[in-house]
């Protein structure tokens, strides 16, 4: 499984974080995590738990959510469903 979510993802959250003025303490202390898993979530490491990353986004006022990434274009569901033979 690629980690390019999770990658976003951490992204996503160090700058929610960083808008806010918090540290990485600080975001820990109010998630209930400790430091480290801090640095990890903003790495997007497969290794943590999902709820560890929910757990750091409702402290920083968000939440997570499933939403398809993007639709396809109609070049790409062209190229889908032309017949090659």
């Known amino acids: 499984m690629s980690s390019a979510p999770l990658t976003r993802l951490g992204h996503a959250i160090r700058n929610m974080r960083q808008h806010r003025g918090l540290t ?3 975001l ?7 430091r480290r898993k801090v640095i990890e979530v903003e790495q997007g490491s497969p290794r943590v738990a999902i709820e560890t990353y929910a757990k750091v986004a409702h402290a920083l006022g968000g939440e997570l959510s499933v939403a398809p990434a993007r639709r396809p274009t109609l070049e790409e569901l062209r190229e889908i469903f032309t017949d090659e033979d």
Do not use: F, L
Request: overall charge neutral; aromatic content about 0%.
């Open 28 to 34: 820990a202390s109010r998630a209930g995590v400790p």
């Open 24 to 26: 990485q303490q600080d």
